[in-house]
């Protein structure tokens, strides 16, 4: 990879696990990092070799003027920092959830057109071996009609016990945000992105309210303050009238973590993990596992993609329209959740 001068606000998890692997794995170089903690980011600019280090995103983006940013922010800083990266000429990779809001992801969008720049979810989940290929499959039309897509995004003890994810202020959602959404957004994908009508949903806090929880987890987070779901149902209605259902938690009382999708149609059926299809061959049920798909690395693998679309050499492999279904459905589940009843979503 040449020379697009990169730049990362906030040192954190994602930048740290996610993004600079990323850049690291495909052989770009990172100019600058910025955090509100310079110390973070002078330990983090160390491991990946970055020679610039800030304290504010606004002066890092001025000096250094950056062809791409990647934003590893809390959510409630995506729009923001994003409208100002994109403003002052660059392109953006920025964390999922997209935004908080349906009006703030459709501003995004809005000057990225506006300023002729690309903005992209980081929807890592898509990148794996095994989605990618399920995908080859699914669109060769061997399921025939698709009628229902199952989600799952379960942990049995997997709150986070870094960062704000706990806190509705820097959040605003719980594991919904945090980990649905990557589910969520792999199986439309999959699907071939049909678009949601409605959205009947349930959200609740078993687990992060507890004392004797937090407790378990080191006492990572006040349990008193904690104020996201840590579970969420979602009953999504789509055009053309296929389905989704949706379910995410921090917690739960089962035997292993569970990130899984599904997809049915009438002539097959694919599901995630492992990567294989079920249907009938000859009369006969046939069930073909894909076990031989490599060890693509994600990280890799998204900014490499995302790079080829900034280049101009390849397809965004996160579309807008699909980032704004994703987005819709997230908000209409908290509004559905918060009215206790089905909603249409906000178009
Ligand atoms: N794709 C994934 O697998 C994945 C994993 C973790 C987190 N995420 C997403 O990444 C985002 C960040 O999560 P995280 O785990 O990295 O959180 P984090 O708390 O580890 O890191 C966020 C960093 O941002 C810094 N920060 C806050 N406000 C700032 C500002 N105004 N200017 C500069 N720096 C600022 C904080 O000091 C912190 O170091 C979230 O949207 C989350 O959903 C994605």
């Known amino acids: 990879m040449s020379n697009l001068k990169i730049a990362i606000v906030g040192a954190g998890f994602a930048a740290r696990v996610v993004h600079l692997p990323g850049y690291e794995g495909v052989g770009q170089p990172v100019a600058a990092i910025c955090d509100l903690n310079q110390d973070v980011a002078q330990q983090v600019a160390d491991r990946f070799s970055i020679p610039t280090v800030y304290g504010d995103w606004q002066e890092m983006i001025e000096k250094e003027q950056p062809d791409v940013v990647s934003v590893c922010l809390p959510n409630a800083l995506h729009h923001e920092i994003t409208l100002g990266a994109l403003d002052a000429g660059a392109h953006v990779l920025c964390e999922k959830p997209l935004a908080t809001t349906v009006a703030e992801a459709r501003e995004m969008f809005d000057k990225a057109r506006e300023t002729g720049k690309i903005v992209m979810a980081a929807q890592l989940y898509r990148f794996d071996p095994g989605p990618r290929a399920l995908k080859r499959i699914v669109d060769s039309g061997v399921l025939g009609d698709v009628y229902h897509g199952e989600a799952n ?170 980032t704004m279904n994703v987005q819709r459905i997230l908000n209409a589940a908290y509004r559905s959740a918060e009215e206790g009843r089905e909603v249409a979503v906000e178009h």
């Open 153 to 322: 995004a379960m942990r049995r003890l997997g709150i986070p016990t870094w960062g704000k994810f706990t806190q509705k202020s820097a959040s605003v959602g719980g594991a919904l945000f945090d980990i649905g959404v990557h589910m969520l957004d792999q199986t439309l994908w999959l699907m071939g992105s049909p678009r949601a009508t409605h959205v009947s949903a349930v959200m609740s806090k078993h687990f992060g309210t507890r004392p004797d929880i937090a407790a378990m987890r080191g006492n990572a987070w006040d349990p008193a303050a904690f104020d996201v779901d840590d579970f969420g149902m979602a009953f999504v209605r789509l055009e053309g009238g296929a389905d989704i259902i949706l379910r995410s938690s921090w917690a739960a009382h089962i035997d292993t973590d569970d990130f899984s999708v599904r997809v049915l149609g009438k002539e097959g059926g694919i599901t995630t993990n492992p990567p294989a299809l079920f249907h009938f061959r000859n009369g006969v049920p046939a069930d073909e596992q894909y076990l031989n798909l490599g060890t693509r690395d994600r990280h890799a693998a998204q900014i490499f993609s995302f790079l080829r679309a900034v280049r101009g050499a390849g397809d965004l492999p996160v579309k807008e329209e699909e």
